[in-house]
Nanobody, 116 residues
Framework: QVQLVESGGGLVQPGGSLRLSCAAS????????MGWYRQAPGKERELVASITPNGGSTNYADSVKGRFTISRDNAKNTTVYLQMSSLKPEDTGVYYC????????WGQGTQVTVSS
């Protein structure tokens, strides 16, 4: 069964950090570019970070560059991570992972709220 399960969100103060995880199963994880997406209230879902199949190359939206780091574990856990630091209120939203191309059905996402 193909599945994407996100976790690690929460409420954090501005300037704080969070690490999101996405456990993938049911497909050959190491074959695909993976991405983290977010959907802010009232806005469309946007891609914030992506990582190539072997983890050798990453890309970030300008809004998160220098603050977020995407990584992946192909060997053991088939998981993609998003380390978020220096969080801002505008980072608030529901965060999802998915294949960048040939997208799967979206998981439930994980809520990130940045507020004092």
């Amino acid at each position: 069964q193909v599945q994407l399960v996100e976790s690690g969100g929460g409420l954090v103060q501005p300037g704080g950090s969070l690490r999101l995880s996405c456990a993938a199963s049911g497909f050959t994880f190491s074959n695909y570019v993976m991405g983290w997406y977010r959907q802010a209230p009232g806005k469309e879902r946007e891609l914030v970070a992506s990582i190539t199949p072997n983890g050798g190359s990453t890309n970030y939206a300008d809004s998160v560059k220098g603050r977020f780091t995407i990584s992946r574990d192909n060997a053991k856990n088939t998981t993609v991570y998003l380390q978020m630091s220096s969080l801002k209120p505008e980072d608030t939203g529901v965060y999802y992972c998915n294949r960048k191309n040939y997208q799967l059905n979206w998981g439930q996402g994980t809520q990130v709220t940045v507020s004092s």
